[in-house]
């Protein structure tokens, strides 16, 4: 029998494998999977393996690889290529995408359009207190 901590954590897990398993759709996907697929797949065999019956050693595994995984996570967020991030290669759907009701940080009213992308931009900044087109192939109007 496990913690319900134990429990709850494999259940947060189990949809996000599904995901890493249908594989990447954009090349950012890619390049997570091929950064920190094998550090996935590799806590996941030890979760399988405590929830077996193998012993906390391999639950203690599983959590040191997913500390691993966040380690490098942290600091290639601290790198300045993480600070823009391109909707070609996050999410070309996303890109492709018109006639958008965005909710821009800071400006977000209840039950009030905080902006309109007539139609998409290439590349957002990603931490700034107001969303700002860096590369605008569209037009974004927001409301004040």
Not at 109 to 134: D, H, L, N, Y
């Amino acid at each position: 029998m496990h913690s319900q901590g134990v429990d709850a954590m494999l259940h947060a897990l189990a949809p996000l494998y599904r995901l890493l398993e249908q594989g990447a759709d954009t090349d950012n996907e890619h390049a997570f999977a091929e950064s920190y697929g094998a550090d996935l797949v590799a806590a996941r065999a030890h979760c399988k393996a405590f929830v077996n019956g193998a012993g906390d050693a391999q639950l203690q595994a599983a959590w040191e690889r997913f500390y691993a995984v966040i380690r490098q996570l942290g600091k290639s967020l601290q790198e300045p290529s993480s600070l823009h991030l391109e909707l070609a290669l996050v999410s070309p759907r996303l890109l492709a995408a018109s006639d958008l009701e965005l909710a821009v940080p800071g400006t977000y009213q209840a039950r009030e359009i905080a902006a309109r992308s007539q139609r998409g931009c290439g590349e957002m900044a990603t931490r700034s207190r107001r969303a700002k087109s860096q590369r605008d192939r569209g037009e974004i109007v927001a409301r004040s």
